[in-house]
């Protein structure tokens, strides 16, 4: 059985995320009011829904590939995640990291969604961890050839 995402419009803008294709991992959302991002600033552009996950789940929101491209436009906490217990407003911060205003408008695609299954763990506290080969090497540990 296919797990059910309810969807509740909060106003008369609000648009239900949507697969554009077979087989896509992400929804689209959509934005619900205008906004207008000057370069280099953030906002909080509305979807006018709020959601209830299918349990053991949570929703990513991610950008889209082509705002990013053609518009410099991003999702600033991404991936964003909504988790199963939020019952609000979904909205999306959005960053214009080009060198043009960019005008988001009412039922523009704006992010995607990707549900994905939660896992959850038992917190220990250790003195020591297991060890590998890669250990504490961190950033630039691999080089970049």
Known sequence: MTPVLKVK???SHARI???AHEGDAGLDLFASAPVVLQPGESALVPTGIS?????GTEAQVRPRSGLALN???TVLNSPGTIDAGYRGEIGVILINHGRHPFEVTIGMKIAQM???PVLRVTVEASEALSNTTRGEKGFGSTGLR
Request: hydrophobic letters at 40%; charged letters at 10%; aromatic letters at 6%.
């Open 17 to 19: 995320p949507a697969y």
């Open 114 to 116: 990707v549900i994905q």
């Open 51 to 55: 959601i209830e996950l299918p349990p």
């Open 71 to 73: 518009h410099q436009i």
């Open 9 to 11: 419009r909060l106003n």
